[in-house]
């Protein structure tokens, strides 16, 4: 039996399932990699339902980047540096080996904690609860992200995906292996609310909005800056110059930032430098992953 459906049994209303055209689907939506989806599409009720969204991007990753790359050559722009890029998605799978080995044993944390614990029963199948839940994991994060910036220990497993000293989408995929471990127990106050098939999927999606963002080929959304988190935004957060450094930690939405004082508008007359403060001159991902 899988752990989570054992977890789940004491769960009402657990015999009714619910079925998506994603199913049995390798080739997610393109809309998945933007957040453009529709609750009623994307709304589950047990766990083991929910797609490994995420894993079945990697097309569109790869496509992504290529066409970054084309772009970028149209524009007579620097292209992606061959021994970085393979660096960032040696990182990337890397991570996904990660999950692999862990099976996503920090959800059992989650789940027991929803089947114990959980102060109120939202419906599954609720537009609201799907809302909340998207909400609710965009505030995490970026308590997560923040986190991960100022406490040392977290920063240790998050310098990975700062290394790099391009800012590209490649870069997007240039993360530790620990992540997942490192950042979960923020997520746990959800448990009392969220449902954990809602917050595993918006979890997903929350992540891989934030892929595209990664490129310096998208100058300005209008006004749409004022509320989400674009590569406007999230190339001043890699940046190494006094700045930019702790500021932009927004995933999906960059109103968290404007909300807690960490918002840094992009200056376009002054340079940006990305990577780390002192960057460590090595293109070996697994050294990388613990320098």
Known sequence: MDIYQDLLLSDEGSNVSHHTD????????????????????????????????????????????????VILWMEKKPLLRINDGIVSLSHGLIQDIGRLVFRGAESVCYIWIYNKFRIIDLPWDSPVTWYLAALGVDFCYYWVHRASHEIHILWAQHQVHHSSEDFNLAVGLRQSVLQSWCGFVFYLPLALVIPP????????????????????????????EWILNTPKHHKVHHGSVIWCLDKNYGGTLIIWDRLFGTFAEDKPKEEIVYGLVMNEPSFNPLYLQIF
């Open 22 to 69: 994603m199913e049995g689907s390798y080739f997610p939506k393109l809309g998945n990699m933007f957040y453009l989806v529709s609750p009623k599409d994307t709304t589950f009720q047990r766990v083991e339902e929910v797609p490994l969204f995420f894993r079945q991007a990697w097309p569109y990753f790869l496509a992504f980047i290529f066409v970054e790359n």
């Open 197 to 224: 098939a809602q917050f595993l999927t918006h979890q997903q999606f929350n992540l891989l909005y934030q892929f595209w963002i990664h490129t310096e080929t998208i100058q300005s959304l209008g006004p749409l």
